[in-house]
């Protein structure tokens, strides 16, 4: 099957275009290597907000330096909190000008799903690296123009996905890359919270990208992938919605199975009606587990042989910037590159189209 390409034949192929790329002349712009890199956010919501700002009052390699938004009342207040210069703050209209800022090397789009490729193709025609938040676009289609767009300005594209740079999400990548405990056998994950203060969001609209499967579905998708380091060949999918005063037209909630080429299977829930937060994989030897695995503090978990896998204290969102902005320096494959919210997309695509077909298996 032409999408049935393992993990780390993926990495093999995007790190050998990487290397070609790089003969001859940088595969991307790359700023002033000493100097810490300056991030512009784009939305300040709820994440930007409580997460993002503080965590790059945390970072060592970025900063936050600009901020652009729809919103005038926040601008004093996000002036004065964080020192940002008039000349760093834009609007929705003339963010393309940021273009001419070299304070500005990096713009973070922490918008609604569906504003998510128009701003980050806009951030890189104007030559600068994008951070941009789960999910990456509203379908696949989005998501190739996205990484078109930053390969023709030389930037990099990089998807918000913090939980790869968790340090017990990565011992249980390596887990599954290693064989600890032997081969994987079956997969579950859930990932849901109850929505019902969502009413009235843009999370319970279609078109914005509303929906339990783009906002929490992605994880336990993410997760299924980076735990077995495969890529599904096949999935299926059942929508409901109980609350359809609150979700009147997005799935509240979603299960999906992922078949593997191995014939593997991950089984998956998403909701925005139950509380949920789990990874668990069986093995041939043995079993590992997290739970809260998705959380922004106290990933934690333990294994069929004992091993705790305690809280890491450190800000996840720090990490995963300084690691994105090293990766910018240093011109390396940055951890979450575009192809990998492509590569989840691709199967969102596949997700939606068995949910309205009854769940029945579609092929990827
Ligand atoms: P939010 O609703 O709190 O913020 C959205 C921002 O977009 C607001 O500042 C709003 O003013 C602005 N905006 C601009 N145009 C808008 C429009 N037409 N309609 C509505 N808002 C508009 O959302 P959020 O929770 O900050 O989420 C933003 C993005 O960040 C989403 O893509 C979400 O999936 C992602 N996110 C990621 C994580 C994570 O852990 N990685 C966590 C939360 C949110």
Redesign the pocket.
């Known amino acids: 099957m032409a999408q049935n390409i393992s993990r780390k034949d993926f990495l093999v192929r995007a790190g050998s275009a990487l290397a070609v790329s790089s003969i001859g002349f940088p595969s991307i712009i790359i700023p002033r290597k000493n100097e810490k890199l300056g991030v512009a956010l784009v939305?300040?919501?709820?994440?930007?907000?409580n997460?993002l700002a503080p965590g790059l009052q945390e970072t060592e390699h970025c900063e936050l330096r600009g901020i652009v938004?729809?919103?005038p009342e926040?601008i004093p207040v996000w002036q004065e909190r964080y020192g940002i210069k008039d000349s760093n703050v834009y609007n929705?209209e003339n963010m393309h000008q940021i273009a001419n800022n070299d304070d500005i090397d990096i713009v973070y789009i922490?918008?609604?799903?569906n504003?998510?490729a128009e701003y980050s193709i806009i951030g890189a025609e104007a030559g600068k690296h994008v951070w941009c938040?789960?999910?990456m676009a509203m379908n696949a289609e989005e998501c190739r123009e996205m990484i078109r767009a930053a390969e023709r300005n030389r930037v990099q594209l990089t998807i918000?996905?913090?939980m790869q740079h968790e340090p017990n999400t990565q011992t249980i990548i390596g887990y599954g890359q290693d064989e600890t405990y032997g081969e994987i056998t079956e997969i579950r994950s859930g990932g849901g919270f109850n929505g019902g203060f969502l009413e009235g969001?843009?999370?319970t609209v279609a078109n914005?990208?509303g929906g339990a499967m783009?906002?929490m579905g992605v994880y336990p998708l993410n997760a299924a992938r980076y735990s077995s380091g495969m890529e599904p060949v096949a999935v299926r999918a059942k929508q409901w919605t109980d609350r359809t005063d609150i979700f009147p037209n997005v799935d509240e909630h979603m299960d999906f199975d992922l078949e593997f080429p191995d014939g593997m299977i991950a089984n998956c829930k998403t909701s925005f009606g139950n509380n949920m937060n789990y990874l668990e994989v069986d093995c041939t030897d043995g079993w590992y587990r997290l739970e809260p695995f998705?959380s922004?503090t106290g990933v934690q978990g333990e294994t069929s042989s004992g091993t705790e896998l305690p809280e890491d204290p450190n800000h996840q969102?720090a990490r995963q910037m300084d690691n994105d902005a090293l990766a910018i320096k240093n011109s390396t494959q940055p951890v979450v590159p575009g192809e990998e919210g492509l590569a989840d997309m691709v199967v969102v695509d596949a997700i939606f189209k068995s949910a309205a077909n009854g769940n029945e298996w579609v092929e990827l």
Do not use: A
């Open positions: 939305g300040l919501g709820n994440y930007s907000t997460q938004t729809g919103s926040k929705y922490v918008l609604p799903n504003m998510h938040e789960k999910p918000g996905y913090r969001t843009w999370r914005m990208g783009y906002d998705l922004y969102q």
